[in-house]
């Protein structure tokens, strides 16, 4: 994958974006100190290069009946990767998994309306054939929120530093 390089424009731009998600591109621009048609252009840019990948809607899911989050960890038999990712495709409250490594090989974040229904949702996972064992963790509380923004405009303020540690600097 080819490494896109975010100038200032860009960041000020997402930042705007992020702050105004619903607003013009006219608004956009302004709140990014360009012009309508040179924020039309980096936007243009940053959604062809993937940078940008989407423009949906942030969803609370415990206020439409979501209350419980875990992550289940999936350990795969060899050769079933692919079948087990088509299966957990179809169940909706697997919202996201990632392909580890370590003692699991799959790390999938699900949602539950309650207890009873997350076990119900691992007792599925575990019905997929090359599913051998899950292991589930309760998420408690959000302790520091996704802010995927905030990494790229963090590398803005430190300037060509990738790294926050006094070692790096």
């Not at 790390?107 to 599925?124: F, K, P, S, W």
């Amino acid at each position: 994958m080819q490494q896109f390089e975010l100038d200032a424009i860009d960041r000020r731009l997402l930042a705007a974006l992020a702050a105004s998600p619903r607003a013009g591109m006219l608004a956009i621009a302004r709140d990014a100190g360009v012009a309508r048609n040179t924020a039309q252009a980096h936007l243009d840019r940053l959604l062809a290069a993937g940078v940008v990948t989407g423009f949906g809607p942030d969803i609370d899911l415990r206020r439409v009946g979501y209350g419980v989050s875990a992550f289940v960890s999936l350990e795969i038999a060899q050769g079933r990767g692919s079948a087990v990712d088509e299966a957990l495709a179809s169940v909706p409250e697997v919202i996201e998994a990632w392909m580890t490594t370590g003692p699991s090989d799959l790390l999938c974040r699900v949602v539950a309306r309650d207890n009873d229904h997350l076990g119900e949702i691992v007792a599925h996972i575990l019905e997929i054939r090359g599913v051998t064992r899950t292991t589930t963790s309760l998420l408690l509380s959000t302790r520091v929120a996704s802010r995927l923004l905030h990494l790229v405009t963090a590398q803005e303020a430190k300037g060509s530093s990738t790294s926050s540690t006094p070692e790096a600097k």
